[in-house]
C-alpha cells in the first residue's frame, strides 16, 4: 500500500482508505448501504489492514451512531493500528443544538462519538458541511481546545464551498489554531466539479482530499450499462433521489470508455476508475466501501499499478464537461491546465 501526507501536515495515510458508511445500515439511505454488524465489521477491517488500510472513516450521522459503534467494536483491541476518520454538524437529532457546529454541539458530538468509538482520541475530524450560524472564530476556537486537549489530532471540512475553506484558513492563521489539512469531497469520472476550485485551493493551501463515492454512487461498477435497465439488487433503485446528478449520456460515454480499458488491461471497470482518481493531483486518499469481503477485495486491486497515460487520457476525454464561469476562460492557462487538465473533449 502507498501512503501519502494528507494535505500539509505530517500524518501519512494509505491512498486507499475505508468508508464505514455500511456498517450498522438503518433507514431508507444507510441500510441500502450496507448492514454489516460488528462481526462482519471485524472480517472487512482484518482483509484491509492485511492491505495495509489503516484509515477507517464514518460520521456520527451514519445510521445515526451505529456505524461509529459497530466500527468501534470492531477495532477493539488495535486502536493503534488504526487511523480513525469522523464527521460531525449534520442533524442528530430535531432539537435547536442538535447539528451545526456551535462549541456546544462541537464539544458534545467529540464526546458522543468517543463513547461510540470507544477510544480516547479522533485521529482526523471533520465538518460535514458549513454552518453560516456560528461564527467561524467560534468553531475554529472549539478545535483548537479540542486539539490542546488531545481528544483530536487534525481537523478537515466536507462539502465546504472554496471561499468558506478559505475564510476558515485565514481565521486559524490570524489566531493561530489549527488549520484544516483534510477536505473530503466527492470526486469521480462523473462528478468532477472538484477540479474547478477545491482542486487548486487544496493545492495552493495544503489540504488533502478524501475521496468519498470514487464509483459515482455505484453508477461505475460495471453494472450498469447503455439501453439496460437497472440490475437486480442496485443500490440506486432505492437511493438515486440522495446522489449528486449524471447526465446520462456523459455516463455512459465514461462506462465505454471504462469497459475498453478494463478489457485492455484486465482490470475490473471500478479497478479503473478508482486509479484514475489515485493519480489526481491533490488527492491524499480515496475512500472505498464494501457490503462484503469478496467486493472489498476487488477494490483493493486498485493499487499498485496505473494506468497509461493513454489511458487517462482517453477517460479524461469521456468525462470533460466544460468549465463553468468563471473557471473556463483561463483553463487553457499553464499554471490552471497543471493541476486541472482541460475538460472539454
Known amino acids: 500500500m502507498e501512503y501519502r501526507p494528507?494535505?500539509?501536515?505530517?500524518?501519512?495515510?494509505?491512498?486507499?482508505?475505508?468508508?464505514?458508511?455500511?456498517?450498522?445500515?438503518?433507514?431508507?439511505?444507510?441500510s441500502n448501504w450496507g448492514t454489516s454488524d460488528a462481526t462482519e465489521a471485524r472480517r472487512l477491517v482484518d482483509i484491509c489492514l492485511e492491505a495495509g488500510v489503516n484509515l477507517f472513516d464514518t460520521a456520527d450521522v451514519y445510521s445515526n451512531g451505529a456505524s461509529e459503534e459497530v466500527l468501534g467494536a470492531a477495532i477493539k483491541g488495535r486502536r493503534d493500528a488504526v487511523l480513525i476518520s469522523t464527521k460531525t454538524s449534520l442533524p442528530m437529532g430535531d432539537g435547536p443544538n442538535d447539528s451545526g457546529s456551535?462549541?456546544?454541539?462541537?464539544?458534545?458530538?467529540?464526546?458522543?462519538?468517543?463513547?461510540?468509538?470507544?477510544?480516547?482520541?479522533?485521529?482526523?475530524?471533520?465538518?460535514?458541511?458549513?454552518?453560516?450560524?456560528?461564527?467561524?472564530?467560534?468553531?475554529?476556537?472549539?478545535?483548537?481546545?479540542?486539539?490542546?486537549?488531545?481528544?483530536?489530532?487534525?481537523?478537515?471540512v466536507s462539502n465546504f464551498s472554496g471561499w468558506q475553506v478559505m475564510k476558515s484558513l485565514a481565521v486559524a492563521d490570524r489566531h493561530g489554531w489549527p488549520r484544516y489539512v483534510a477536505n473530503q469531497v466527492y470526486y469521480s469520472l462523473v462528478g468532477r466539479d472538484y477540479e474547478w476550485d477545491?482542486?487548486?485551493?487544496?493545492?495552493?493551501?495544503?489540504?488533502?482530499?478524501?475521496?468519498w463515492s470514487p464509483l459515482g454512487w455505484g453508477r461505475l461498477t460495471g453494472k450498469i450499462r447503455r439501453g439496460a435497465p437497472l440490475p437486480e439488487g442496485s443500490r440506486l433503485h432505492a437511493t438515486e433521489r440522495f446522489a449528486p446528478p449524471v447526465d446520462n449520456d456523459r455516463l455512459y460515454r465514461v462506462v465505454d470508455a471504462l469497459d475498453a480499458i478494463a478489457e485492455e488491461t484486465g482490470k475490473t471497470v471500478p479497478q479503473v476508475a478508482l486509479n484514475w482518481l489515485l493519480q489526481r493531483p491533490t488527492v491524499s486518499s480515496v475512500i472505498i466501501g464494501a457490503r462484503h469481503e469478496e467486493q472489498l477485495r476487488q477494490n483493493l486491486g486498485a493499487v499498485g499499478w496505473n494506468l497509461t497515460p493513454g489511458h487517462v487520457a482517453k477517460l479524461d476525454e469521456a468525462s470533460a464537461v466544460t468549465a463553468p464561469y468563471p473557471y473556463f476562460p483561463y483553463r487553457q492557462q499553464e499554471g490552471f491546465t497543471r493541476l486541472n487538465p482541460p475538460m472539454a473533449g
Open 6 to 30: 494528507l494535505g500539509k501536515s505530517g500524518l501519512k495515510v494509505p491512498a486507499l482508505s475505508f468508508g464505514a458508511g455500511t456498517f450498522g445500515g438503518s433507514g431508507p439511505l444507510f
Open 102 to 156: 456551535s462549541r456546544l454541539r462541537l464539544i458534545r458530538a467529540v464526546e458522543d462519538a468517543l463513547h461510540r468509538l470507544q477510544t480516547d482520541h479522533i485521529d482526523i475530524l471533520q465538518l460535514h458541511a458549513f454552518d453560516a450560524g456560528t461564527p467561524v472564530e467560534e468553531v475554529l476556537s472549539t478545535f483548537d481546545m479540542l486539539v490542546r486537549a488531545g481528544k483530536v489530532r487534525y481537523v478537515g
Open 198 to 211: 477545491l482542486m487548486p485551493l487544496g493545492a495552493d493551501q495544503g489540504l488533502g482530499a478524501l475521496v
